[in-house]
T-cell receptor, first 117, second 115 residues
Framework: AQKVTQAQTEISVVEKEDVTLDCVYETRDTTYYLFWYKQPPSGELVFLIRRNSFDEQNEISGRYSWNFQKSTSSFNFTITASQVVDSAVYFCALSEALGSTLGRLYFGRGTQLTVWP | NAGVTQTPKFQVLKTGQSMTLQCAQDMNHEYMSWYRQDPGMGLRLIHYSVGAGITDQGEVPNGYNVSRSTTEDFPLRLLSAAPSQTSVYFC??????????????FGPGTRLTVT
């Protein structure tokens, strides 16, 4: 079973629309971290955010916001007023403090976001 | 600091050829790892190293060898390339295995095609 599920394979929106990318995770660990990465067409991985399992506060950074809900094991990412430059593949990832897998990142399969002008 | 560097950026191999993907970091990081990215699969861990002389397997190690003779370098070797190894390869590093929980630095990736 996937530890990180991104059910949306592809999303297309028109500029200025809001869009939410879903991420559901699975872990038995009580200490874990969740991440979002952006992969633009150029191919590099760009770190966006890290959230630890003890901090359920939502976070906002400019047009980006993240909603972490332990009750539903979700860590969703919303882009407000999307722009063409937001077009990219977005990955959600999980790291656990469990001894045998410490340091390993589990990635979801990614969501391809296309923003049309 | 150059961060994490990977060479080459692009490579085309024929089936059965061998090659080494290079990864280097100049941040004195102990923990280094290799991931492969396939369409629709996300990134998956191939091998990792917690320090010079110590390596271990990740989720998809078959067909790949690694070694860690220095702290700075963590090369990934394909002994006999197969079309199934066509992928984008990312190297990552972190100060330690524990700090890898919270922060990893990724290289720019190597796009490998095996024909």
């Amino acid at each position: 079973a996937q530890k990180v599920t991104q059910a949306q394979t592809e999303i297309s929106v028109v500029e200025k629309e809001d869009v939410t990318l879903d991420c559901v995770y699975e872990t038995r660990d009580t200490t874990y971290y969740l991440f979002w990465y952006k992969q633009p067409p150029s191919g590099e991985l760009v770190f966006l955010i890290r959230r630890n399992s003890f901090d359920e506060q939502n976070e906002i950074s400019g047009r980006y916001s993240w909603n972490f809900q332990k009750s539903t094991s979700s860590f969703n990412f919303t882009i407000t007023a999307s722009q063409v430059v937001d077009s990219a593949v977005y990955f959600c990832a999980l790291s656990e403090a469990l001894g045998s897998t410490l340091g390993r990142l589990y990635f979801g399969r990614g969501t391809q976001l296309t923003v049309w002008p | 600091n150059a961060g994490v560097t990977q060479t080459p950026k692009f490579q085309v191999l024929k089936t059965g050829q061998s090659m080494t993907l290079q990864c280097a970091q100049d941040m004195n990081h102990e923990y280094m790892s290799w991931y492969r990215q396939d369409p629709g699969m996300g990134l998956r861990l191939i091998h990792y190293s917690v320090g010079a002389g110590i390596t271990d397997q990740g989720e998809v190690p078959n067909g790949y060898n690694v070694s860690r003779s220095t702290t700075e370098d963590f090369p990934l070797r394909l002994l006999s390339a197969a079309p199934s190894q066509t992928s984008v390869y990312f190297c990552a590093s972190s100060y330690s295995r524990v700090s890898a929980l919270t922060e990893q630095y990724f290289g720019p990736g190597t796009r490998l095609t095996v024909t």
